[in-house]
């Protein structure tokens, strides 16, 4: 688009946390500004460049979801703090956002003042005398009037002003907004992908890195957060299979044992734990329909796998998958914990019990 000279006034980048999309949206700002560009990437070491990569240009704005109070009304009371995040965390989620600011009991929120301030800065001529930039991070969290007001502005943009839209969940934008920006769908990333990435930000073991890199579902932010809580490769299946033991014959009290130390270890670790059961579930229909090539664990998790799959057959697969998504949604909800997986043990205990 830049080499061609056909920059639309606002592009939309949508895809799952921990896709990309936010750290390649400041790479396409980047290599916008960039005073020496080369054929693929911006030079990174131009004045411009330096300042984009530290999101300090003042041609460049940011929007983004905020816990409002008396002393936060914008995205710029809490810029310092955004950008000391975003290049500690470059694929954070809103979970990292509002857990670094001690707010994650707030409703996330992009407010009507923010439409007013964004008017505001589109106004001022550009420093530098190129493009005016506008990256608005999770514009799905824009309330009802200030999505309407960016809707205005998208229709009669200010000149030679990019409005750059990174967004998670399409679906919860007003459809006019998504029909005036053109928008670039990213995709999870690929497990070879990520167990590279590992390897070479936190020098791991290979066998590490895959196992995570399996669990993700295409986030690198998980795989991030779950190489750091891995526990010589096997944490998640000792606490996997006493979960299953604890269902199969529903041991009440072990059961609130069990839910009290889940309860202690945080949304992160329960939604990681639920994500591995669902990848666990998926090699054991491999292994029972004999396909133990596309059996993705190995080592002591595969020994677990060929007991444990006769538990898990067509008539309860669907269901399993169902319980444990819908657990995961609730628990990034900020659902209460013993509630929720008590719901869960009880679930599966009836699954895990049913007849092939």
Known sequence: MLQDGRVPHALMFTGPEGSGNLPTAMAFIQYLFCENKLSEDACGICPSCLKTGKLIHPDLHLVFPIPISKSVRTSSDLLPEFRNMFLETPYLTIQDWFGNLDAENKQPLIPADEANDILKKLSYTSYEGGYKTMVIWQPEKMNASSANKLLKILEEPPEKTLFLLVCNHPDQLLSTIISRVQQITFQRIDIEDIVKGLVDEFECQASHAKQVALLCDGSYREAQLLLQHLDGGTAYLQKFRTFMLIALKFDAIKAVSWIDDNARTGREQQKQFLQYGLEIFRDCL???????????????????????????????????????????????????????????????????????
């Open 286 to 356: 491999m292994f029972n329909f004999g396909s133990v090539d596309l059996v993705r664990h190995s080592g002591e998790e595969k020994e677990f796998i060929t007991k444990f799959s006769r538990f898990v057959h067509q008539r309860n697969y669907e269901r399993l998958l169902e319980e444990f998504n819908s657990a995961f949604y609730h628990v990034e909800r900020n659902a209460n914990p013993k509630i929720l997986f008590m719901d869960l043990l009880m679930k599966t205990n009836e699954l895990i019990n049913m007849n092939p």
